[in-house]
């Protein structure tokens, strides 16, 4: 089995920062690309930004220059740094990792459960 699990959400002002978290665990074999994804109500599920396993990053113009995607392959772990924030920003935010599970071929996306973030004006 394998889970992410999320932290970090809340409610924020216009202009204040939050730090997403999102571990991976269980039987865990290796983790390619994570990302962060969020969805507002009523829209698609749309990427926010991705990282690969040797740390290359890669943003969605919305949150260029805001928003600084992270990780900890030691802790199986991706942050998501959200600064600058504003209303528009506001949307569950979801992480997503690429996983090899031990002693199984290949690997698939997991998702996490989501973590609620509402930025007000």
């Known amino acids: 089995q394998v889970q992410l699990v999320e932290s970090g959400g809340g409610l924020v002002q216009a202009g204040g920062s939050l730090r997403l978290s999102c571990a991976a665990s269980?039987?865990?074999?290796?983790?390619?690309?994570m990302a962060w994804y969020r969805q507002a109500p009523g829209k698609q599920r749309d990427l926010v930004a991705t990282?690969?396993?040797?740390?290359?990053?890669n943003y969605a113009d919305s949150v260029k220059g805001r928003f600084t995607i992270s990780r900890d392959n030691a802790k199986n772990t991706v942050y998501l740094q959200m600064n600058s924030l504003n209303p528009e920003d506001t949307a569950v935010y979801y992480c997503?990792?690429?996983?090899?599970?031990?002693?199984?071929?290949?690997?698939?996306?997991?998702w996490g459960q989501g973590t609620q973030v509402t930025v007000s004006s």
């Open positions: 269980g039987s865990i074999g290796s983790i390619n690309a």
């Open positions: 990282i690969t396993s040797s740390g290359s990053t």
């Open positions: 997503n990792a690429q996983i090899k599970r031990l002693y199984l071929i290949g690997s698939r996306d997991y």
